[in-house]
């Protein structure tokens, strides 16, 4: 079984455009986050969420809305998508000072 | 605030040779250190970690890495590499954010093994 999934895995879009992203774990953590991997690899804390309640919120621009329905899932939704948006996502899922990653979403904006 | 410095953007080695990939990070504060490596076209996968205890941490497929304080090194060794090795390798700090551990990574190193 997958410990941490995402989709979809690549997503190609137009500016403007608006989309989302999804995530679950079934490791059973109570914390959740979204990292973004630009395109030199350098990755960087978007969001987390405990517990379904926003704990981090990385000066990332209110385009990006995470959304957490429960524990087990960790939604990310980006309206008005721009070019710079077009980046590798990833969901991970934190349990007693380790996190796992998901395979990532690596979309791309046109 | 805690940072994380990856010495290396790139590290190329021949096959069975050994390899040390450099982290330093800077911190006010007690830290717990991560390697991860990334295949191509893959997530993140955590190598080893430092919590506390012995400053010497053994990880997955053969590598291990020493954690020095003075130094505030975190460097990541393996003694004899294979292709499959080939990746990039991240260094992070984890920063304690109510509750939550907020991953500070480094640049990333990225290690090609030649034949």
């Known amino acids: 079984d997958t410990a941490v999934s995402q989709t979809p895995k690549y997503l190609v879009t137009q500016m403007g455009n608006d989309k989302s992203i999804k995530c679950e774990q079934n490791l059973g953590h109570d914390t959740m986050y979204w990292y973004k991997q630009d395109s030199k690899k350098f990755l960087k804390i978007m969001f987390s969420y405990n517990n379904k309640e926003l704990i981090i919120n990385e000066t990332v621009p209110n385009r990006f809305s995470p959304k957490s329905p429960d524990k087990a899932h960790l939604n990310l939704h980006i309206n008005s998508l721009e070019l710079g948006d077009s980046a590798v996502y990833f969901c991970?899922?934190?349990?007693?000072?380790?996190?796992?990653f998901g395979p990532g979403t690596r979309l791309l904006v046109l | 605030a805690q940072s994380v410095t990856q010495l290396d953007s790139q590290v190329p080695v021949f096959e069975e040779a050994p390899v040390e990939l450099r982290c330093n990070y800077s911190?006010?504060?007690?830290?717990?250190l991560f390697w991860y490596v990334q295949y191509p076209n893959q997530g993140l996968q955590l190598l080893l970690k430092?919590?506390?205890?012995?400053?010497l941490v053994k990880g997955i497929n053969g590598f291990e890495a020493e954690f020095n304080k003075s130094q505030t090194s975190f460097h990541l060794r393996k003694p004899s590499v294979h292709i499959s090795d080939t990746a990039e390798y991240f260094c992070?700090?984890?920063?304690?954010?109510?509750?939550?551990?907020?991953?500070?990574f480094g640049q990333g190193t990225r290690l090609t093994i030649n034949p």
């Open positions: 992070a700090v984890s920063v304690s954010v109510k509750g939550a551990q907020k991953l500070v």
């Open positions: 430092y919590l506390s205890g012995s400053t």
């Open positions: 911190s006010s504060v007690s830290v717990y």
């Open positions: 991970a899922s934190g349990g007693a000072l380790s996190q796992y």
